[in-house]
């Protein structure tokens, strides 16, 4: 695609690397086959090649409106259009650039801009952890829509203290451990039986995807260095081998520290670091020797419940892990039922369900239909949002795949 960027964007970090992006679109239009708000609303401005488009306009000068945001904001970034992309289009980083610039140019209400900061700064602070627990404590007297954002008080379990050799930095996320908090601590177990201790670092904070996508790039940026400081002298001591997220949303977010850090000289180096020793869980897991042992002694105990799994975008397409939690529950014994439409968005999307209630129920309600089609059990997935989002739709458990290994290996 060729593009004539506007004086005002020549020479600038993102007008460069946007440009170089856009380069690399042919227009083929096979994005839009696979992306969640076209399928939804089929308006070529609510898919990825549409919205190309206004980005390219933007750069070339063109004013952005409150409608050429709207077009913008309605993107889950679940990626999808990046697997399906012939030609590598980073179409995540532009959708990044594109908001950015439209942000501000674009003057938000007064009531957007209100929500926006609440999600930004509430689910970030201190308070969000007691304020869980009040809501659950009252969850019978929360209004329906707020309820579903409010998940059953859960049993985290005990977590053992670190005591092995080898050591792995745990990122506890800003709403994971209020949530679900079993979800670490099973993460936890299952690796201190393979000879592993998760250590976390109480500096380290959220891993800044909500400031990043809520129009506060820049807290989203000192979010990284702060957790890069609290992490660096475990790693550059050598203390620690790898960084283990048990959130894909997260663990998405701090594989893209090297790319998004790479202007700042103090924490350029240091950011390529981290996002290099960063790895899901499952990818640490799966390749653990003592694993398959203990799964085969496992896997008698299972009985074949069935089990349908939601491979989260931020996985799938963000990270390109595929397969590695789907193989741990079936060499465990477990039968995973066919789920048509893998690759579409549950809706979840960080804070999208919050600002875009509609399309995000839709996208709900289509997600569930194609993992209850084989009656499973359960179903599972590998991150707190969308867990939290298909919970809230179903009397189907929901968890994640790590507490039903850590379970299986308990019995």
């Known amino acids: 695609m060729q593009t004539n960027l506007a004086e005002s964007f020549k020479g600038t970090r993102e007008g460069e690397a946007a440009e170089a992006i856009l380069r690399k679109c042919v227009h083929c239009g096979f994005c839009t086959a696979t992306c969640p708000t076209y399928q939804l609303l089929g308006d070529e401005l609510d898919g990825p090649r549409g919205r190309i488009y206004l980005i390219k306009q933007v750069l070339e000068g063109q004013a952005p409106t409150a409608k050429t945001q709207s077009h913008l904001d309605r993107c889950l970034t679940c990626r999808n259009c990046e697997t399906t992309c012939p030609s590598g289009v980073e179409y995540g980083r532009l959708i990044d650039i594109g908001r950015k610039i439209v942000g501000e140019r674009v003057e938000r209400g007064p009531a957007d801009r209100l929500k926006r900061t609440l999600l930004a700064k509430g689910l970030n602070s201190p308070m969000f952890a007691p304020a869980m627990k009040l809501g659950q404590a009252l969850r019978w007297a929360v209004p329906g829509p707020l309820k579903a954002k409010v998940p059953q008080p859960q049993a985290a379990g005990v977590r053992p203290a670190p005591r092995h050799a080898r050591r792995m930095l745990l990122l506890e996320g800003c709403v994971q451990n209020a949530m679900m908090p079993n979800i670490n601590n099973a993460a936890a177990r299952v690796l201190d039986r393979l000879g592993v201790s998760l250590v976390s670092m109480p500096a380290a904070g959220c891993c800044g995807a909500l400031n990043?996508?809520?129009?506060?790039?820049?807290?989203?940026?000192?979010?990284?260095?702060?957790?890069?400081?609290a992490w660096w002298p475990a790693i550059e001591s050598g203390q620690v081998e790898a960084l283990a997220m048990t959130a894909s949303g997260c663990g998405v977010m701090v594989k893209e520290y090297g790319h998004l850090l790479a202007h700042d000289p103090a924490y350029a180096a240091k950011a390529?670091?981290?996002s290099a020793m960063t790895r899901d869980l499952s990818e640490l897991v799966v390749d653990e020797k003592a694993l398959p042992e203990a799964l085969e002694t496992a896997a008698g105990k299972a009985r074949a419940?069935?089990?349908?799994?939601?491979?989260?975008?931020?996985?799938?397409?963000?990270?390109?892990?595929?397969?590695k939690a789907e193989q741990m529950l079936k060499d465990a014994g477990f039968e995973l039922t066919p789920v048509a439409e893998q690759h579409l968005c549950c809706g979840s999307a960080g804070a999208y369900s919050?600002?875009?209630?509609?399309?995000?129920?839709?996208?709900?309600?289509?997600?569930?239909?194609?993992?209850?089609a084989g009656k499973p059990?359960?179903?599972?997935?590998?991150?707190?949002?969308?867990?939290?989002?298909?919970?809230?739709?179903?009397?189907?458990?929901v968890k994640h795949w790590v507490e039903v290994i850590d379970a299986v290996l308990e019995t």
Do not use: W
């Open 305 to 323: 419940r069935k089990i349908a799994y939601h491979p989260p975008c931020t996985l799938q397409h963000g990270q390109q892990v595929r397969g």
């Open 354 to 372: 919050v600002l875009n209630p509609e399309i995000a129920e839709q996208l709900k309600a289509r997600k569930l239909g194609n993992l209850e």
């Open 212 to 229: 990043h996508h809520l129009d506060f790039q820049d807290d989203g940026l000192a979010n990284m260095r702060r957790n890069i400081d």
């Open 272 to 274: 390529a670091r981290v």
């Open 377 to 397: 059990d359960l179903i599972c997935s590998a991150n707190i949002g969308c867990l939290a989002h298909l919970q809230s739709g179903t009397a189907t458990p």
